[in-house]
């Protein structure tokens, strides 16, 4: 059981970070979904390589900089993973008028107007809260941040219904409820 958990563990941590797992470890889609109870866990490791960063580099740099280098830091570590997400619906909901339309809009893979600009904006929002909430906060909400948002990921995942109606979503084994 506890080698199971392991197992499911390291399939999160492969799926949502670029952290290296073990050879031996492969992607499998029934663990995948199960990984999803793994979100805030892996909130906290994002979020404590992030408060690190920032904390390391606010030693040598200026505190704007340090801020921008750990939001790098936490972009590199999941591999821009809920960045592109962000993207992606801005594309849909800028730029689609029906469900379906939406739907189609936010599982092309180009970069849209709306998804650059809900991503910019975002990053800008970031980066300005860090700043104007206080040097001695920054490490604090960069560590309770990310697990709690992975954390509200994983409400909506136990309280509402996924959005498609087929399998066509590369998304759809994280997106059914678990049993």
């Known amino acids: 059981m506890l080698t199971r958990q392991f197992h499911i563990f390291l399939n999160a941590l492969m799926f949502y970070t670029r952290i290296p797992v073990p050879n031996w470890m492969k992607h499998d889609e029934d ?6 109870v793994y979100f805030p866990v892996i909130g906290w490791i994002v979020g404590a390589i992030s408060s690190l960063v920032f904390y390391l580099f606010s030693l040598v740099f200026p505190f704007p900089i340090a801020i921008l280098l750990s939001l790098v830091a936490s972009i590199l570590t ?6 592109d997400g962000l993207a992606d ?3 849909g909901f800028g730029g689609g008028w029906t469900k379906q339309k939406i739907l189609d809009i936010m599982k092309d893979s180009r970069l849209g107007t ?9 990053l800008v929002l970031k980066v300005s809260s860090l700043f104007y909430i206080g040097k001695d906060y920054q490490i604090y909400a960069l560590m309770l941040v990310h697990p709690l948002s992975r954390y509200a990921a994983l409400s909506m995942i136990f309280t509402h219904e996924y959005v498609r109606e087929d399998a066509l979503s590369k998304a759809k084994p994280i997106g059914k409820k678990l049993e």
């Not at 709306?114 to 975002?122: P, S």
């Open 31 to 36: 663990m995948l979904n199960q990984a999803t």
């Open 78 to 83: 999941t591999g821009g993973f809920h960045e």
């Open 89 to 91: 619906v801005c594309d």
């Open 114 to 122: 709306f998804g650059l600009l809900g991503l910019g904006l975002a």
